[in-house]
């Protein structure tokens, strides 16, 4: 019976961008709940990339120790790195609005569910709610603002996850 092979022997790229993607997106959720830093319209965008990203993520990460190469790990690394390029993307907009390279949107959209609400809270809610706007950074990590953060760690992400996938498709299957 061959010796199991964990990711980090086979792949060692490829568990980290596995774990960025989920440390990443608690880490937005954690500075939205804790800290008080609502997402803008563009940060909630950049953010879906995250979510379609977390199954293959997992994914990775469970199958790795059993089979470190073959074509499922091809497929969720593949995926991973798509989506974190989307993330990048929409991220590497969200920073050049900010740094005023171009024009972005007037302002965000709000997320609460305006059906179940009456007129007067409404009302109440547009007096008391200040939108986070998408041209103002909300939140910074020196002088930096979390757009531009994630098109460095998306980008590097994908990267990770797309040489991890090459490297998947090169590594003969064991049985």
């Known amino acids: 019976m061959p010796a199991r092979t964990s990711l980090s022997q086979a792949h060692p790229c490829a568990a980290l961008a596995a774990l960025y993607v989920s440390v990443a ?3 937005a959720w954690m500075l939205e709940l804790f800290a008080g830093a609502p997402p803008c319209h563009l940060c909630s965008l950049a953010r879906i990339p995250y979510y379609l ?3 293959p993520a997992a994914t990775v990460l469970l199958i790795s120790t059993r089979r470190p190469s073959g074509p499922l790990m091809h497929a969720c690394l593949g995926l991973i790195a798509i989506a974190m390029a989307a993330s990048a993307a929409i991220s590497l907009y969200h920073a050049g609005i900010q740094w005023n390279l171009w024009v972005g949107p007037d302002r965000c959209s709000v997320t609460n569910d305006i ?3 009456t007129t007067a809270d409404l009302i109440e809610q547009l007096q008391t709610t200040q939108l986070p706007r998408c041209q103002e950074p909300g939140f910074s990590v020196f002088g ?3 757009a531009a953060w994630n098109v460095l760690f998306s980008s590097v992400a994908a ?3 797309w040489q991890s996938r090459r490297a998947a498709a090169s590594t003969p299957l064991t049985p």
Do not use: F, H, R
Request: glycine share 0%; no cysteine; proline share 0%.
């Open 53 to 55: 990203a977390l199954l």
């Open 25 to 27: 997106l608690a880490a």
């Open 159 to 161: 990267l990770l996850a």
């Open 115 to 117: 059906l179940s609400a």
């Open 144 to 146: 930096i603002s979390l």
